[in-house]
């Protein structure tokens, strides 16, 4: 929710929660974000990244109660339009310094649409998404292919092999069936 939140209105750079300080240091330096939003009560070296780049920390809550929270951009809410950059996500680094890739509103909608398109997704789909939410296939093609389709999206911490059949069993996701008893113990094996 806090994605789609964000990138109604300005430019949003998930990052793996789970990085160092050092890593986040080295992506909030290329990003100079106006604020990191890290959930509340989460223990991550974000806080230590944000604090010594002293960029404003913002907890992210359920509550909406937004009473103290210190503003940090233009009074009234701006609308994006299609060449406004949505997202800002780094490639891996794997032969070199990650590079900071930045991908339009129009980018992520023609992508969510095609993507939509060639799953055949329709209203009636569920997705499980089992992709984190830092990544472009976690994004665009479990989330956002999803609900441009008219679907919905059940979004998992993560995968776990342990829990995985019993997601499917819980949230349904379109085309799957309950597995039978011997699958789990089969899977958990």
């Not at 300005?10 to 986040?24: G, K, L, M, Y």
């Not at 960029?55 to 009234?76: C, F, Y």
Request: proline share 8%.
């Amino acid at each position: 929710m806090c994605f789609l939140g964000i990138t109604a209105h300005a430019a949003c750079a998930p990052i793996n929660p789970a990085c160092r300080q050092s890593e986040f240091e080295l992506y909030l330096e290329d990003l100079r974000p106006q604020a990191v939003i890290v959930e509340a009560g989460l223990d991550s070296a974000v806080r230590a990244a944000a604090a010594a780049l002293k960029i404003p920390l913002l907890e992210l809550t359920e509550s909406l109660d937004l009473e103290g929270t210190p503003r940090i951009g233009p009074e009234r809410a701006l609308s994006p339009g299609p060449a406004d950059v949505a997202l800002l996500l780094h490639t891996s680094g794997t032969t070199a310094r990650p590079k900071l890739v930045p991908l339009t509103q129009a980018n992520l909608a023609a992508s969510a649409r095609h993507i939509a398109a060639s799953l055949a997704l329709t209203a009636a789909d569920r997705c499980l998404n089992v992709m984190p939410l830092f990544h472009i296939h976690g994004l665009e093609a479990a989330l956002l292919a999803s609900l441009v389709s008219g679907g919905s999206v059940v979004c998992a911490p993560g995968f776990s092999a342990a829990k995985f059949c019993g997601w499917i069993d819980e949230f349904r996701p379109a085309g799957t069936r309950p597995f039978p008893q011997s699958t789990k113990r089969c899977w958990r094996a």
